[in-house]
């Protein structure tokens, strides 16, 4: 069966953006500057990506509005919008769990939960994450997105692994 895997990163104090979305402090400290870290072996384990229509339209339209950055795979956004599905983005308002459910049953590499916090949320309520890999930044925000809002669902998570680069730390759960 396949892995359902929330692979992100948050600031020191646990948001994964600003209040405005921006994500222009999403970078290490600048002490290993060459270093690619864990992103490049993580996304070859994945040919499936899911996320919300926020983080679609952030990603299509800010940070590389050139072309689709995640060509090659399929990326389902989940959205209530009527929207056209192409080739390698599939535009749809299923129930996220149905569609995971049926996706972790199918053939294929991992499934990266790409975000944004509402649905990592409901995926965290419905049990539905495998894997959480969470970089943390060397920033402080303050304020902004949090990424953890529902307070009143409890996961006991063990920890698989850990990493630094660049001022950044990986930490890799799963549940126990």
């Known amino acids: 069966m396949r892995k359902a895997v929330l692979y992100i990163a948050m600031s ?3 948001f994964i953006a600003e209040l405005s979305g921006g994500v222009d402090w999403l970078k290490g400290d600048g002490s290993e500057p060459d270093t690619l870290g864990s992103y490049p072996a993580f996304y070859e384990k994945v040919d499936t990506i899911i996320l919300g229509y ?4 952030q990603v299509a ?3 590389f509005p050139e072309k689709w950055i995640y060509s090659g795979k ?3 956004v989940l959205t209530h919008k009527d929207l056209q599905s ?3 983005i599939v535009f749809t308002d299923r129930h996220m769990s149905e569609l995971l459910r049926e996706l972790k049953n199918a053939e294929g590499g991992d499934i990266w939960i790409c975000g944004g916090a509402d649905i990592v949320n409901q995926l ?6 495998d894997s959480f890999c969470i970089s943390v930044i060397p920033t402080i925000l303050g304020e902004g997105i949090s990424l953890f809002q529902n307070k009143r669902v409890r996961k006991d998570l063990r920890l698989i692994s850990t990493c630094s680069y ?3 730390v990986d930490l890799v759960y799963e549940p126990r």
Request: glycine fraction near 8%.
């Open 54 to 57: 926020t983080t679609y339209h």
């Open 74 to 76: 399929k990326s389902y």
């Open 12 to 14: 020191l104090d646990g």
């Open 166 to 168: 660049d001022g950044i």
């Open 124 to 129: 965290l309520e419905l049990d539905l994450i």
């Open 86 to 88: 192409t080739e390698d």
């Open 61 to 63: 339209t800010e940070l």
